[in-house]
């Protein structure tokens, strides 16, 4: 049972044209985070909401942009994505500030022609 | 910063072998997880492990924690094909942010 969902999988937009991927959870968990990962790197995190609560990472650049409507859903927007954004973005959740397991999506791959 | 590396980068075995890689990390821990990557595909959590605790199992995986060492091991015994993966770890230091790892890389060889 899929328990964080991203879609799509695979995004391919031009240089410059905006671009949403989004992430919905079954879990009801109160934090989600997006991250960013390269290849053969660590995860990055951009941003993390805890309920509607959110907070930035400080080199996270202005281009990112989150939103949370819902518990349920949150959406990564890039506004003018260059070629250093290609990349895997992960969306995890996490029951709680007490909790300590995060539960990963299955990414979304970025391209940026 | 909870920012640590692990080793070796890059880690390639036959099957039925034992894997071991390592975390180290420079401040003091809460708990460190141990995640595994497969190639395209999202994290998935393996094993918690608190700072209170020294060794813990799940299946084929063994993980060791030495606080005195800033350091923590994952083993898998008798590895498989199956278990080429990327394999992080993310050490959580009293915030809910844990920070990863750059992961050891795994090819178990059929």
């Known amino acids: 049972d899929a328990m964080v969902i991203q879609n799509p999988r695979y995004q391919v937009t031009q240089f410059g044209k905006p671009v949403t991927l989004s992430c919905s959870q079954t879990l009801n968990h109160n934090v989600m985070y997006w991250y960013q990962q390269k290849s053969s790197q660590a995860p990055k995190l951009l941003f993390h909401y805890y309920d509607k609560d959110f907070n930035n990472e400080a080199d996270t650049p202005d281009n990112f942009q989150s939103r949370r409507p819902n518990t349920s859903f949150c959406f990564l927007d890039i506004r003018s994505p260059g070629l250093g954004d290609a990349a895997m973005y992960l969306c995890a959740t996490r029951r709680d500030t007490i909790s300590d397991t995060q539960y990963f999506g299955p990414g979304t791959r970025l391209t940026v022609l | 910063s909870q920012q640590g590396e692990e080793d070796p980068q890059a880690l390639s075995i036959q099957e039925g072998e034992n894997a071991t890689m390592n975390c180290s990390y420079k401040t003091s821990i809460n708990n460190l997880q141990w995640y595994r990557q497969n190639s395209g595909r999202g994290l998935v959590h393996l094993i918690l492990?608190?700072?209170?605790?020294r060794e813990k199992h799940s299946g084929r995986l063994r993980v060791t924690l030495d606080t005195s060492k800033k350091s923590s091991s994952l083993l898998i015994t008798a590895s498989r094909a199956a278990d080429t993966a990327s394999y992080f770890c993310?050490?959580?230091?009293?915030?809910?942010?844990?920070?990863f790892g750059r992961g050891t890389s795994l090819i178990v060889h059929p």
């Open positions: 993310a050490r959580s230091g009293g915030s809910y942010i844990p920070t």
């Open positions: 492990i608190r700072s209170n605790e």
